[in-house]
């Protein structure tokens, strides 16, 4: 005879995290210097992956400001963004990864919005 066993599983509504507070997107938007934004891109694909960026994805423009270029990720709360960005300053892999991108942009931005 198979006994069955229940798994207990916390599934979060998309725009919540598993303790019922809204979810965050952070975008980090830059603008490449003319003929970077492949490059800048690549390089920011390669580090949030090596640093393993929970729910990231890099979008490059098709309208809007020419050479945009954004590294987007999903935060649980605040507490979680600031963890992410002490980790930056201390993650070797990551700042190995990043090094020389501030070579490939113009300006940039950080936007942190709330999932409604």
């Known amino acids: 005879m198979i006994a069955a066993t229940r798994l207990r599983i916390q ?6 995290n598993v303790n ?14 003319p003929g970077n934004a492949s490059k800048l891109a690549a ?8 640093s393993k960026i929970p729910r990231h994805r890099i979008l490059t423009d098709l309208t809007g400001e020419f050479n945009r270029v954004i590294l987007e990720y999903e935060a649980e ?15 070797e892999t990551f700042r190995a990864k990043m090094k ?5 942009w113009i300006t940039g931005s950080r936007e942190i919005l709330q999932v409604a």
Do not use: S, W
Request: glycine letters at 6%; one cysteine or more.
């Open 11 to 16: 599934v979060a509504a998309p725009n919540r």
């Open 20 to 33: 019922g507070g809204t979810m965050l997107v952070v975008r980090n938007c830059f603008i490449a210097k």
């Open 43 to 50: 390089q920011l694909k390669e580090a949030a992956a090596a």
């Open 77 to 91: 709360d605040l507490a979680q963004f600031e963890a992410t960005m002490k980790d930056y300053a201390n993650n």
């Open 100 to 104: 020389g991108y501030t070579d490939f």
